[in-house]
T-cell receptor, first 112, second 116 residues
Framework: DAGVIQSPRHEVTEMGQEVTLRCKPI?????LFWYRQTMMRGLELLIY????????DSGMPEDRFSAKMPNASFSTLKIQPSEPRDSAVYFC??????????FGDGTRLSIL | AQTVTQSQPEMSVQEAETVTLSCTYD???????LFWYKQPPSRQMILVIR??????QNATENRFSVNFQKAAKSFSLKISDSQLGDAAMYFC?????????????FGKGTLLTVNP
């Protein structure tokens, strides 16, 4: 079985540019999570979808961040405009109900 | 809000020896789940072990076991017969069992070095 698939694996861009991170959850999973990992703050939840509906977006830093889940097999996290402080590793995870979350390999984002 | 604390930023162990990683948490809930995740240099987040708070029996997975002390809100991970491949960052995580919000709250992690 394919795991959670994230793309791109690495992204380097200049500040002010729009960044779009993509995630394909495991087939059959109905919950999807976006986490951000930084040295200073560790792993933090940004947003959580259940059955494609956002349930908890309290971790989304500000209006520059937006996330969508148009269907059960795809989600995006967009940053517009990007800033150097957005540099981090962004993880997508999925789960089925109460079962443990499975993580993708993450996207390392560098904003210059 | 729940918090998870890992008081050991770094630990080291000799190959074949045993090491224990500490984790404490704060919650007012009675029903919840606790997890240990491993993050090797490859950056993957790999589930190591899971514990349901309502179970008194400590979870075990091969060389990995936990010491779950609910009253003390402590959840330590013991790695027996340490192997070089165990070297990684280890994260303790909490998840509520109430309602339908399944988000994980992570500790800051413990970097484990395994010496040959």
């Amino acid at each position: 079985d394919a795991g959670v698939i994230q793309s791109p694996r690495h992204e380097v861009t200049e500040m002010g540019q729009e960044v779009t991170l993509r995630c394909k959850p495991i087939s059959g999973h109905n919950s999807l999570f976006w986490y951000r990992q930084t040295m200073m703050r560790g792993l933090e939840l940004l947003i959580y979808f259940n059955n494609n509906v956002p349930i908890d977006d309290s971790g989304m830093p500000e209006d520059r961040f937006s996330a969508k889940m148009p269907n059960a097999s795809f989600s995006t996290l967009k940053i517009q405009p990007s800033e150097p402080r957005d540099s981090a590793v962004y993880f997508c995870a999925s789960s089925h109900g109460e079962k443990p979350q499975h993580f993708g390999d993450g996207t390392r984002l560098s904003i210059l | 809000a729940q918090t998870v604390t890992q008081s050991q930023p770094e630990m080291s162990v000799q190959e074949a020896e045993t090491v224990t990683l500490s984790c404490t948490y704060d919650t007012s809930e009675s029903d919840y789940y606790l997890f240990w995740y491993k993050q090797p240099p490859s950056r993957q987040m790999i589930l190591v072990i899971r514990q349901e708070a309502y179970k008194q029996q400590n979870a075990t997975e091969n060389r990995f076991s936990v010491n779950f002390q609910k009253a003390a809100k402590s959840f330590s991970l013991k790695i027996s017969d340490s192997q070089l491949g165990d070297a990684a960052m280890y994260f303790c995580a909490y998840r509520s069992a109430q309602g339908s919000n399944y988000k994980l709250t992570f500790g800051k992690g413990t970097l484990l070095t395994v010496n040959p």
